[in-house]
């Protein structure tokens, strides 16, 4: 069966460092998403991406935030400059038009220190 | 706003008795429900949403419209079904998924 994937599955950065976190969605999905959930809390909607643009963004994707597909199978999520409080856990998400049914990646464990 | 609300963090039951982890929800509109399921060390998988009114692994949800809720109901617990619960909600074009904060339930043997 087809999975999502997203590497790296850790990545420890210093504050105010780049980072670009990896995503390979379902092939023929259309719908790609980007999720935060901070360690003890919710799953956060960031960022929906559908026709090669963003679809949808939450007010927690400002302008440190940004997503591209560079070559049709990657789905990036950049952050500019990591702050402390960026730490967390970040998925990837997408979903096909056939069963609307979303398919989680593993997550990438993101430490700020 | 809060939009989806999972007021259980935990739930234990016995093996073989009934459980309900309870989700409500805030949307205008007619919102796409969904329940999202994470096992120890797996990741993130749908196991039902209200538009198939199907039952996965033994589960059902009914979307009560007046109530607002869509809660997770199976009558006879398994060991197995110990995992994170996270009941989710979508407008109707999916370009935005709000989730609950999660109940973990415990099936004890």
């Known amino acids: 069966e087809p999975e999502v994937t997203q590497t790296p599955s850790h990545q420890v950065t210093q504050m105010g460092q780049e980072v670009i976190l990896r995503c390979v969605p379902i092939?023929?999905?259309?719908?790609f998403y980007w999720y935060r959930q901070i360690l003890g809390q919710k799953v956060e909607f960031l960022v929906s991406?559908?026709?090669?643009?963003?679809?949808?963004k939450s007010e927690i994707f400002d302008d440190q935030f940004s997503v591209e597909r560079p070559d049709g199978s990657n789905f990036t999520l950049k952050i500019r400059s990591t702050k402390l409080e960026d730490s967390a856990m970040y998925f990837c998400?997408?979903?096909?038009?056939?069963?609307?049914?979303?398919?989680f990646g593993p997550g990438t464990r993101l430490t700020v220190t | 706003a809060q939009r989806v609300t999972q007021p259980e963090k935990l739930l234990s039951v016995f093996k073989g008795a009934p459980v309900e982890l309870k989700c409500n929800y805030s949307?205008?509109?007619?919102?796409?429900l969904f329940w999202y399921v994470q096992y120890s060390r797996q990741r993130l998988q749908l196991l039902l949403r209200?538009?198939s009114r199907e039952s996965i692994k033994g589960f059902t949800a009914d979307l009560n419209k007046g109530e607002t809720s869509f809660h997770l109901k199976k009558p006879f617990a398994q060991e197995e079904d110990s995992a994170m619960y996270y009941c989710?909600?979508?407008?109707?074009?999916?370009?935005?998924?709000?989730f609950g904060s999660g109940t973990k339930l415990n099936v004890k043997p």
């Open positions: 998400a997408s979903l096909g038009l056939i069963t609307y049914e979303q398919y």
């Open positions: 092939s023929n999905h259309l719908y």
């Open positions: 991406f559908y026709n090669n643009e963003i679809s949808e």
């Open positions: 949307y205008s509109g007619s919102p796409e």
């Open positions: 209200h538009i």
């Open positions: 989710a909600l979508s407008p109707a074009h999916f370009n935005k998924f709000y």
